[in-house]
């Protein structure tokens, strides 16, 4: 939340010229590290006041408006909530408000739920749903609220526009979490506020709602069965939703017209691409949509059938990899959403591929051929090994040497790391990826982030929190040699990964379950996974509660710059004719995506003594 007051100071505020819009960009620096869009100071200026305004007309000036509230574990703000009692219960009452500029806009192909606004190159969700989502996602994550979700109402007020301009969008159901008010509605507008508030002090509501305990993210896989077979479990936010609409919007084209048309959708970690994923096939699922999922990750694919698929192997033949679609009749399936995208290769080709098969033809090709909407999920900075080459540009590319129609969605939130930008960007900024190399970190309240002195003391801190229910898995950068061939008569897993007089074996080699480890493609899922090293590619694709990360020797710190030593790499994938730059590019990606996998926090150990002192300098945070 960058600012809270009664809607009377508030409005006395906003009659210095200038005033709440500096104060609340001078807030967003301190709280997001950077400055905010010219477009939202923008809306600061203009939307602000005129809902201000509205709300002392009303005679509600002693409502609480809490301004660019930040929605638990995700970076998604909403606009403003008041925060009031209720005038005929004299309980709490919280009308969440999406404020809007735009003078018209209209439906996208006659789709309510997208919204063309000529401010935009791309459609955006219909502010009804926006706010329904909002208000759907406060419900289920603020504890405050769980007694009494009625309490929560949603409006989308376009102060600016007419109800012409706007007419198309009502096509949308409203309800009491989701309805819009246009400038020509003043009236209406009043008269719905004063139904949700009393004309009464709201800072006791507020106070509850701000000290609302944030319950524990829904985990992707404790849901997924659920998901898939049985209902929607949930709440797709902004361009995710737009996402989900757009796809949607492309099948029932697909099915009306024969039209083929491919989408992509494209975010950063944690920005919710296999939520939206497990919501497409579930839906398209249960209306009996041919659909597929696939990805090039086993650890992955494994976990859907073993989790969605439980005893029931249709919706296990729902989970596929990227290389099973060499011999798919064209368009034989409606929908092929190929998640975790950035991990296509460039043919599907192996050593164990028929001759028959061995045509050179482009993977990518091959999946578009196999669908009329084929879907592509990716992460442009999750590539860690040599060979792939899923990017938005490639993908585009061949759509167009195909003459098809392609649509890309860029989602700009995201939910891992307890929703917060200012960790992923500190993370890109340390590695060197992004920004202007590494910063000391500046606790944001969203995230924790520790160092340790030993792997024992990484070790041991896990342990604590995995007595406290928390989830938590170590994992670590491939610097040691993996035994592969592990057998029931040895004793105990072999402990490759060697630290001092510190030792413990990588996550399990392979499909069985042996000594009491889990299968490799479980270890990120599994309880029995706690004790074991896991690596990029059995960690990339999950989240846990508490990420351990051991930083080896091959990314260390020298005096001032990280320094990539390939031979310090044990990844078989690295050979002599893979380019020093792609290794490091790999190297520092697969850090990345280590450091990214913790939903409340992460502690990192360096096996390099001046590489500690640097994470030391940059960390203040200790145990």
């Given at each position: 939340?960058?600012?809270?007051?009664?809607?009377?100071?508030?409005?006395?505020?906003?009659?210095?010229?200038?005033?709440?819009?500096?104060?609340?960009?001078?807030?967003?620096?301190?709280?997001?590290?950077?400055?905010?869009?010219?477009?939202?100071?923008?809306?600061?200026?203009?939307?602000?006041?005129?809902?201000?305004?509205?709300?002392?007309?009303?005679?509600?000036?002693?409502?609480?408006?809490?301004?660019?509230?930040?929605?638990?574990?995700?970076?998604?703000?909403?606009?403003?909530?008041?925060?009031?009692?209720?005038?005929?219960?004299?309980?709490?009452?919280?009308?969440?408000?999406?404020?809007?500029?735009?003078?018209?806009?209209?439906?996208?192909?006659?789709?309510?739920?997208?919204?063309?606004?000529?401010?935009?190159?791309?459609?955006?969700?219909?502010?009804?749903?926006?706010?329904?989502?909002?208000?759907?996602?406060?419900?289920?994550?603020?504890?405050?609220?769980?007694?009494?979700?009625?309490?929560?109402?949603?409006?989308?007020?376009?102060?600016?526009?007419?109800?012409?301009?706007?007419?198309?969008?009502?096509?949308?159901?409203?309800?009491?979490?989701?309805?819009?008010?246009?400038?020509?509605?003043?009236?209406?507008?009043?008269?719905?506020?004063?139904?949700?508030?009393?004309?009464?002090?709201?800072?006791?509501?507020?106070?509850?709602?701000?000290?609302?305990?944030?319950?524990?993210?829904?985990?992707?896989?404790?849901?997924?069965?659920?998901?898939?077979?049985?209902?929607?479990?949930?709440?797709?936010?902004?361009?995710?939703?737009?996402?989900?609409?757009?796809?949607?919007?492309?099948?029932?084209?697909?099915?009306?017209?024969?039209?083929?048309?491919?989408?992509?959708?494209?975010?950063?970690?944690?920005?919710?691409?296999?939520?939206?994923?497990?919501?497409?096939?579930?839906?398209?699922?249960?209306?009996?949509?041919?659909?597929?999922?696939?990805?090039?990750?086993?650890?992955?694919?494994?976990?859907?059938?073993?989790?969605?698929?439980?005893?029931?192997?249709?919706?296990?033949?729902?989970?596929?990899?990227?290389?099973?679609?060499?011999?798919?009749?064209?368009?034989?399936?409606?929908?092929?959403?190929?998640?975790?995208?950035?991990?296509?290769?460039?043919?599907?080709?192996?050593?164990?591929?028929?001759?028959?098969?061995?045509?050179?033809?482009?993977?990518?090709?091959?999946?578009?051929?196999?669908?009329?909407?084929?879907?592509?999920?990716?992460?442009?900075?999750?590539?860690?090994?040599?060979?792939?080459?899923?990017?938005?540009?490639?993908?585009?590319?061949?759509?167009?040497?195909?003459?098809?129609?392609?649509?890309?969605?860029?989602?700009?939130?995201?939910?891992?790391?307890?929703?917060?930008?200012?960790?992923?960007?500190?993370?890109?900024?340390?590695?060197?990826?992004?920004?202007?190399?590494?910063?000391?970190?500046?606790?944001?309240?969203?995230?924790?982030?520790?160092?340790?002195?030993?792997?024992?003391?990484?070790?041991?801190?896990?342990?604590?929190?995995?007595?406290?229910?928390?989830?938590?898995?170590?994992?670590?950068?491939?610097?040691?040699?993996?035994?592969?061939?592990?057998?029931?008569?040895?004793?105990?897993?072999?402990?490759?990964?060697?630290?001092?007089?510190?030792?413990?074996?990588?996550?399990?080699?392979?499909?069985?379950?042996?000594?009491?480890?889990?299968?490799?493609?479980?270890?990120?899922?599994?309880?029995?996974?706690?004790?074991?090293?896991?690596?990029?590619?059995?960690?990339?694709?999950?989240?846990?509660?508490?990420?351990?990360?051991?930083?080896?020797?091959?990314?260390?710190?020298?005096?001032?710059?990280?320094?990539?030593?390939?031979?310090?790499?044990?990844?078989?994938?690295?050979?002599?004719?893979?380019?020093?730059?792609?290794?490091?590019?790999?190297?520092?990606?697969?850090?990345?995506?280590?450091?990214?996998?913790?939903?409340?926090?992460?502690?990192?150990?360096?096996?390099?003594?001046?590489?500690?002192e640097k994470l030391r300098s940059l960390i203040p945070s200790t145990l």
């Amino acid at each position: 939340m960058l600012f809270r007051e009664s809607a009377a100071s508030l409005a006395n505020r906003t009659h210095l010229e200038g005033r709440l819009a500096e104060l609340l960009t001078e807030n967003f620096l301190h709280k997001h590290r950077h400055r905010p869009q010219p477009s939202e100071v923008r809306s600061w200026e203009r939307s602000i006041p005129a809902l201000t305004n509205v709300l002392v007309e009303a005679g509600l000036g002693e409502v609480e408006m809490l301004l660019e509230y930040g929605l638990p574990l995700t970076s998604k703000r909403a606009d403003v909530i008041l925060a009031g009692v209720h005038p005929a219960t004299g309980e709490p009452s919280y009308v969440v408000v999406e404020l809007k500029q735009w003078s018209e806009a209209y439906p996208e192909d006659g789709d309510p739920l997208r919204c063309r606004v000529s401010a935009y190159p791309e459609p955006v969700l219909n502010p009804i749903e926006q706010v329904r989502g909002y208000c759907d996602y406060l419900v289920s994550f603020n504890g405050a609220l769980e007694h009494i979700p009625e309490s929560v109402s949603g409006v989308a007020y376009l102060h600016n526009a007419t109800e012409f301009g706007v007419a198309g969008l009502r096509a949308v159901t409203e309800d009491d979490q989701g309805r819009m008010f246009t400038g020509e509605q003043r009236g209406a507008f009043l008269g719905y506020l004063r139904s949700r508030l009393a004309a009464k002090p709201g800072a006791e509501a507020a106070d509850a709602l701000l000290q609302g305990k944030v319950r524990p993210s829904k985990q992707l896989m404790a849901v997924a069965a659920e998901e898939v077979r049985n209902r929607e479990q949930f709440v797709l936010l902004d361009e995710q939703r737009l996402a989900y609409e757009t796809v949607m919007s492309a099948v029932r084209r697909a099915r009306r017209s024969n039209h083929k048309q491919v989408v992509v959708v494209a975010g950063g970690p944690g920005s919710g691409k296999s939520v939206i994923a497990l919501s497409l096939l579930g839906d398209l699922y249960r209306r009996g949509v041919p659909t597929v999922h696939a990805t090039g990750s086993q650890s992955f694919t494994k976990t859907m059938r073993k989790v969605a698929g439980a005893r029931k192997p249709e919706v296990q033949k729902l989970f596929r990899y990227f290389n099973s679609f060499m011999e798919a009749e064209p368009n034989d399936l409606d929908v092929l959403i190929c998640d975790e995208a950035h991990r296509l290769r460039k043919t599907s080709a192996n050593r164990y591929t028929r001759a028959a098969l061995r045509t050179g033809r482009a993977q990518v090709a091959e999946l578009m051929d196999a669908a009329r909407v084929p879907v592509f999920l990716l992460d442009q900075h999750q590539v860690v090994r040599p060979g792939e080459m899923g990017t938005v540009d490639q993908i585009r590319e061949a759509a167009t040497d195909q003459g098809l129609e392609c649509t890309v969605v860029e989602l700009d939130s995201q939910f891992r790391c307890g929703g917060s930008d200012a960790y992923l960007s500190w993370v890109t900024g340390l590695l060197g990826l992004e920004d202007d190399g590494p910063a000391v970190w500046e606790p944001d309240g969203k995230v924790q982030l520790l160092t340790a002195d030993s792997p024992q003391e990484l070790e041991d801190f896990l342990a604590s929190r995995r007595a406290q229910d928390y989830g938590a898995r170590m994992s670590a950068g491939y610097c040691w040699k993996w035994t592969t061939k592990v057998t029931p008569n040895m004793s105990a897993l072999p402990a490759d990964v060697v630290i001092g007089d510190w030792a413990r074996p990588w996550n399990l080699y392979g499909d069985r379950a042996l000594l009491g480890a889990p299968p490799a493609p479980l270890w990120a899922t599994d309880p029995a996974g706690s004790g074991q090293v896991g690596c990029v590619y059995t960690a990339q694709g999950f989240e846990y509660d508490w990420s351990g990360v051991i930083m080896g020797p091959d990314l260390v710190w020298r005096s001032d710059r990280w320094v990539v030593d390939r031979t310090a790499s044990k990844d078989p994938s690295f050979t002599k004719a893979t380019p020093d730059e792609d290794v490091d590019r790999l190297v520092r990606n697969t850090y990345k995506v280590l450091l990214t996998r913790g939903m409340i926090g992460t502690i990192v150990y360096s096996t390099d003594a001046e590489t500690r002192e640097k994470l030391r300098s940059l960390i203040p945070s200790t145990l």
